[in-house]
T-cell receptor
Framework: DAGVIQSPRHEVTEMGQEVTLRCKPI?????LFWYRQTMMRGLELLIY????????DSGMPEDRFSAKMPNASFSTLKIQPSEPRDSAVYFC???????????????FGPGTRLTVT | AQRVTQPEKLLSVFKGAPVELKCNYS??????LFWYVQYSRQRLQLLLR??SRESIKGFTADLNKGETSFHLKKPFAQEEDSAMYYC???????????FGSGTRLLVRP
């Protein structure tokens, strides 16, 4: 298994442009998490899904951010319009939540480094 | 509100010295604590969890509910331990993890 796959790995865009980040979770995992990593704030949870349903989006900064999970093998995080303060590394992670067998270990993707100029 | 605090942004030690990365949390319920590590150019990965009570790569961490701490320790640091370390908390009613701001460990030769 290639693990969690994210694309693109690097994205440079101009302020005001729309940015779409993509994530493919590990096959068989039913929960997916989007994080943002910055030097100042560390790793922040933006949103997470369980069985493709958004469970907690309280970490989404504002309406410019949106996330979808149309099926069990794909999720997107969209920023529209982008701003320089959105520059960060965005991580996707997945895990299997399955009753008492749940380990809660999250498997992280390589991240997408976003730069908004 | 629930929070994880890692007071040190950078911890620099010499090879062979003991190392302790501090982690404190605020949560009144039954927490589950984790340490994640991110080596240079690698993915963030689980290092250890308190319920396993195991030693991984020489690291140990004990959950102290009285002091609400979960400090990561290693008696003799190695250069390959240089990495970013994150402490994380899972509340007993949730799937999500709350991460601290991270501590960069630099082990000098």
């Amino acid at each position: 298994d290639a693990g969690v796959i994210q694309s693109p790995r690097h994205e440079v865009t101009e302020m005001g442009q729309e940015v779409t980040l993509r994530c493919k979770p590990i096959s068989g995992h039913n929960s997916l998490f989007w994080y943002r990593q910055t030097m100042m704030r560390g790793l922040e949870l933006l949103i997470y899904f369980n069985n493709n349903v958004p469970i907690d989006d309280s970490g989404m900064p504002e309406d410019r951010f949106s996330a979808k999970m149309p099926n069990a093998s794909f999720s997107t995080l969209k920023i529209q319009p982008s701003e320089p303060r959105d520059s960060a590394v965005y991580f996707c992670a997945s895990t299997l939540i399955s009753g008492t067998a749940t380990s809660y270990e999250q498997y992280f993707g390589p991240g997408t480094r976003l730069t908004v100029t | 509100a629930q929070r994880v605090t890692q007071p040190e942004k950078l911890l620099s030690v010499f090879k062979g010295a003991p190392v302790e990365l501090k982690c404190n949390y605020s949560y009144s319920g039954s927490p589950e604590l984790f340490w994640y590590v991110q080596y240079s150019r690698q993915r963030l990965q689980l290092l250890l969890r308190h319920i396993s009570r195991e030693s991984i790569k020489g690291f140990t961490a004990d959950l102290n509910k009285g002091e609400t701490s979960f400090h990561l320790k290693k008696p003799f640091a190695q250069e390959e331990d240089s990495a970013m370390y994150y402490c994380a908390l899972r509340m007993d009613s949730s799937y999500k993890l709350i991460f601290g701001s991270g501590t960069r460990l630099l082990v000098r030769p």
